[in-house]
C-alpha cells in the first residue's frame, strides 16, 4: 500500500517560527521554508526583503493526513502567530511577513475559511483576521541557510528572543501533538 501525503502552505511571519513548530507536530513528515504567492520567478532572500516581490515567506509541509488534518494545522498556525495584523508579526513588517494560506485544493480553502469564520465569531482575537487565503501558485524554496535555522541556530538573538518564545507556547499548548 502507498502512503498518501498530502502538502499544506502557510505564511505567518518570519518562516523560521513556523517551521521550528511545525517541525515538532505529529503527522508532519517534512518541512520546507519559502517563498510562495509573488510574482517574481526563484526570488532571492535579499529580493524578498525588498518587498518588491510580492511573496511571503512561508513553510511548505508535507503531513499525513492519516495523522492529522488540515484544521488542525490551521488550530496550530493560528495558535503561533497573530493573524489580525497585516503585513506583519511583531518587529517584522513587510508583505513578505503577512498572514497567508495557499491552498492546495477546494477542500483547504473551504477548511481555511470557516475556521476563519469561526475565530471572527469567536471573539479570540480583539481584531478581525487579516489573513489571506489564495490558491497555490507558485512556491520556491527558501535558500540551504534558512532550512531548520532554528535548530542550528537556538542562541542566535533573533531566534531566543521571538523563535525559542514561540515554540514554548506550541510545546505547553499542544503538548499532546508533538512528535515524542
Not at 511577513?97 to 480553502?109: G, L, V, W
Request: net charge negative; with cysteine; glycine share 8%.
Amino acid at each position: 500500500m502507498t502512503q498518501q501525503y498530502a502538502l499544506a502552505t502557510l505564511g505567518g511571519g518570519c518562516f523560521w517560527c513556523l517551521e521550528a513548530v511545525f517541525d515538532d507536530l505529529q503527522g508532519i513528515i517534512r518541512v520546507e521554508s519559502g517563498y510562495a504567492g509573488g510574482h517574481v520567478a526563484n526570488p532571492t532572500y535579499e529580493e524578498i526583503c525588498g518587498k518588491k516581490t510580492g511573496h511571503a515567506e512561508v513553510v511548505r509541509l508535507t503531513y499525513d493526513p492519516s495523522v492529522i488534518n488540515f484544521s488542525q494545522i490551521l488550530d496550530v498556525f493560528f495558535t503561533i502567530h497573530d493573524p489580525t495584523t497585516l503585513n506583519r508579526q511583531g518587529y517584522d513588517v513587510g508583505p513578505q511577513y503577512r498572514s497567508a494560506i495557499f491552498y492546495h485544493d477546494p477542500e483547504q480553502k473551504a477548511v481555511a475559511e470557516q475556521t476563519i469564520a469561526g475565530l471572527n465569531a469567536s471573539g479570540q482575537w480583539s481584531d478581525p483576521i487579516v489573513t489571506e487565503v489564495t490558491p497555490i501558485n507558485n512556491y520556491y524554496e527558501a535558500e540551504d541557510y534558512h532550512q531548520e535555522y532554528f535548530a542550528h541556530n537556538p542562541f542566535q538573538p533573533y531566534c531566543m528572543a521571538v523563535v525559542s518564545p514561540k515554540v514554548q507556547k506550541f510545546r505547553k499548548e499542544f503538548s499532546k501533538q508533538r512528535k515524542s
